[in-house]
């Protein structure tokens, strides 16, 4: 019987402890860990924000003086794994030039924690990752360019003046020529 009691407050405790993580307080960043509800596996417990397109949509339309750099990227697309560490070297070359790299990862939420947190964190990925989980893909991918078939790796570089879609890899030279455009104006 004290077995039976045990077990049960064991559970109870793990449950309540599965809900306190979830609960967002004042302080806590929410950019950085958010809980979120995954049909099949239930609460997904994830080190990047998670969003829908409709939240996402303004992130592809800042007009704060910087020039963004958006990766549409996925950790089971190998020319997109082969150019990430490019985008890398351009975060790291042109942070005092007001470049910021946003990579938005397409990975099915089943994969974020056991290849994309992964991924990341083995490759020291300092760039902003983001997730968009929104399964209405042929309604967002023209709002990201009319141009986007929907193919990755894609990117998306603008400013307040200029802006250009790319649906193919970059080496590390083809990116940064990318990048001098919208610098040098």
Not at 155 to 162: A, H
Request: charged share 30%; proline share 5%.
């Amino acid at each position: 019987m004290s077995r039976l009691i045990f077990f049960s407050f064991l559970v109870f405790s793990l449950a309540g402890c599965v809900e306190k993580q979830g609960a967002k307080t004042d302080n806590e960043d929410s950019t950085n860990h958010e809980m979120v509800e995954d049909e099949v596996n239930g609460r997904i417990d994830v080190n990047f924000p998670v969003y829908d397109f409709e939240e996402f949509e303004p992130m592809l339309h800042r007009n704060d003086g910087n020039t963004y750099i958006v990766n549409f990227w996925a950790t089971w697309c190998k020319p997109c794994l082969e150019e990430m560490p490019f985008f890398e070297r351009i975060n790291a070359a042109y942070k005092d030039h007001n470049i910021k790299v946003v990579l938005v990862n397409l990975d099915m939420p089943h994969m974020w924690k056991k290849r994309l947190e992964p991924y990341v964190e083995n490759k020291g990925i300092a760039s902003e990752v983001i997730i968009l989980d929104d399964p209405k893909q042929k309604e967002w991918i023209p709002k990201v360019s009319a141009d986007w078939s929907g193919g990755i790796p894609a990117t998306l570089i603008y400013n307040k003046d200029k802006r250009a879609f790319y649906e193919h890899g970059f080496s590390f030279e083809q990116l940064d020529a990318e990048v001098n455009k919208f610098i040098g104006q």
